[in-house]
Nanobody, 128 residues
Framework: VQLVESGGGLVQAGGSLRLSCAASGFAFGDYHIGWFRQAPGLEREGISC????????YYADSVKGRFTISSDNAKNTVSLQMNSLKPEDTSVYYC??????????????????????WGRGTQVTVSS
């Protein structure tokens, strides 16, 4: 299983970035896919999930209305469109696989406990 994140960078507050997660080594339907973030010295924060079965989505309150998760099953990629970015969104962003049984357990978990695999992350820095 391999997950590779890309698209991070430096952006001013109020700006936008689009992160991508390229997945390989497993069938896309075997897991849901989620995004979490972790800044140095802080705990991991789960922020969004997308279901592999029906495309339903989940967002943490901290990003709801600003971030949009989407998937392209044909390309085995999941994207995270981030708008209206704030300095507090500065973090390393990771995509992760979520077990199919974990939608109601892992996705709402504040720290994304129970995810199976994750990538190396991509840095997002939002300047004020």
């Amino acid at each position: 299983v391999q997950l590779v994140e890309s698209g991070g960078g430096l952006v001013q507050a109020g700006g936008s970035l689009r992160l991508s997660c390229a997945a390989s080594g497993f069938a896309f339907g075997d897991y849901h896919i989620g995004w979490f973030r972790q800044a140095p010295g802080l705990e991991r924060e789960g922020i969004s999930c997308i279901s592999s079965s029906d495309g339903r989505t989940y967002y943490a309150d901290s990003v709801k209305g600003r971030f949009t998760i989407s998937s392209d099953n044909a390309k085995n990629t999941v994207s995270l469109q981030m708008n209206s970015l704030k300095p507090e969104d500065t973090s390393v962003y990771y995509c992760a696989t979520v077990p199919l049984w974990g939608w109601d357990i892992v996705c709402p978990s504040p720290h994304f406990n129970g995810m199976k695999y994750w990538g190396r992350g991509t840095q997002v820095t939002v300047s004020s």
